[in-house]
């Protein structure tokens, strides 16, 4: 919510709650003034009445933001109305947050008390002092999520600190439960300082058994996420990079049995070079690519050129096999695959018509694709974004949640590339050969198998891999 006096908030129906003196102005007048404003009244709720006042809240159906702009202003000017707030459905949505604790075991009694309290908590703390991997077992490390932020890089939004950062997390975390009955818990840092983020995670690891970083700039995640790794003994995951490229790689498996094009024989062009970029082009590189070339604002990115940001020198130095050098257009031409995760607006039709035959264009940017879908849908055989509005979205939510199930299950010490590439292909699995088609080519989130098949991948990319360190039953 918010009062009159701030930036408003809109939905396709908004609250107004106004106090009204019933001796300056009838309530028809109110009504009448709305209906001016081309607002659509559905609902009356008195909140307050007196004798000489009234409180109500007035839901209305608007058009857009502008639309609510102009009813609002009119509620303003209106003699003996006082518009005390503006809210929408999301918004009270929000109130209070989205999650909450809930106990497994209700305390009913003392014996209950001294069982989950003290005295007798004290013989499972000393088991766990004694045998420090029982926390596993005897605590919520288990099945418990770390989502953190600086809210330093928030989708859309940018470095928003982390007090707005917070509505984010929490969605994640519901996601995480829901989704994959995983509990998360929101956590945002009151700081943007790599080391002191870095030691801050180090301290409250052990009451979790994963930690998802989450909204962090660049360059800044690549370190805290390379140090945590090291020197932490449990998943460590910065989903914008790796939820993002394990989905990407998804739908391109499908996109290339579409076209039925190979994996090792394609020629993929990645704008954007930044974290989701290099995730997305690590993944491609284990998963097969040989010719990959990353674009950023300097152009084509070569080995021997000098560059400020060493993330850009390591990609030169380990993609463009040709050496090939140019702008976004020159490098583009003859490509089979098209990543955007850069801005929007930055190709054409005739970009894509200078790729090679059956173009696969993933134009990632938010909220604007690097090309209108529509603009070259006749031409190209496959397009994604990142939008849920246009087919093939590209939606990190399809991994997160079924990559944490398969990793606390099998107690995973780290989430390797093998196991984001198990976790790809099981995406990928989810749509069959006959339902496969050049508008769906990566399943819904809301698919009920998603976050299951991931799992059973994932733990068997971790037993393979020496990283698992419980076998789970069905594994055995």
């Not at 007035?58 to 702009?69: E, R, Y």
């Amino acid at each position: 919510m918010t009062d009159g006096n701030k930036q408003l908030i809109t939905g396709k129906s908004i609250i107004l709650r106004l106090e009204i003196d019933t001796n300056r102005i009838r309530f028809s007048d109110i009504v009448a003034a709305i209906a001016d404003e081309g607002g659509d009244l559905v609902a009356i709720d008195v909140i307050q009445t007196k004798q000489q006042m009234s409180i109500r809240d007035l839901t209305v159906n608007v058009a857009d933001t502008l639309h609510t702009g102009k009813i609002v202003e009119k509620m303003k000017q209106l003699e003996g109305v006082v518009l005390v707030n503006v809210s929408d459905r999301t918004f009270l949505l929000h109130l209070g947050g989205k999650i909450e604790t809930k106990l497994k075991v209700p305390i009913q009694n003392r014996d209950d008390l001294s069982r989950v309290y003290t005295p007798d908590v004290a013989r499972v703390c000393m088991a766990i002092h004694e045998e420090p991997r029982k926390a596993y077992t005897l605590t919520i490390k288990r099945n418990t999520v770390a989502v953190i932020s600086d809210g330093s890089a928030v989708l859309g939004l940018g470095n928003i600190g982390p007090n707005a950062a917070m509505p984010v997390m929490e969605g994640k975390a519901m996601l995480f439960k829901q989704l994959a009955d995983v509990d998360a818990f929101p956590i945002c840092l009151d700081t943007q300082d790599t080391e002191e983020i870095i030691r801050t995670i180090k301290n409250i690891a052990p009451a979790f058994g994963g930690i998802n970083l989450e909204d962090i700039s660049s360059p800044r995640c690549f370190e805290i996420e390379e140090r945590l790794k090291q020197e932490l003994d449990i998943p460590v995951f910065h989903d914008d990079q790796h939820g993002t490229a394990v989905v990407l790689y998804a739908g391109l498996i499908s996109a290339l049995k579409l076209v039925g094009k190979s994996i090792d024989s394609v020629k993929v062009v990645v704008c954007g070079i930044g974290a989701a970029g290099v995730a997305c082009s690590k993944i491609l590189l284990a998963a097969g690519v040989k010719e990959l070339i990353g674009v950023d604002r300097v152009g084509a990115l070569v080995a021997g050129q000098a560059y400020d940001n060493p993330i850009w020198s390591w990609y030169a130095e380990n993609t463009n096999p040709n050496r090939v050098s140019g702008s976004l257009r020159d490098v583009l031409a003859g490509a089979d695959v098209f990543i955007g995760l850069s801005r929007g607006g930055l190709l054409n039709r005739d970009d894509v018509k200078s790729m090679a035959a059956d173009p696969i264009v993933f134009a990632m940017a938010n909220p604007t694709p690097e090309v209108n879908p529509e603009e070259i849908e006749d031409i190209a055989a496959v397009v994604a974004t990142g939008r849920s509005d246009f087919p093939n979205q590209i939606n990190n939510v399809l991994c997160f949640p079924g990559m944490f199930r398969g990793a606390l299950d099998c107690r995973a010490k780290t989430i390797n590339e093998e196991m984001k590439l198990a976790a790809a292909e099981a995406i990928a699995s989810v749509i069959s050969d006959d339902e496969r088609n050049k508008l769906y080519i990566i399943p819904s989130v809301f698919n009920q198998d998603v976050a299951k098949l991931i799992r059973d991948n994932v733990i068997k990319a971790a037993i393979r891999t020496g990283v698992a360190r419980r076998i789970p039953r069905e594994y055995r």
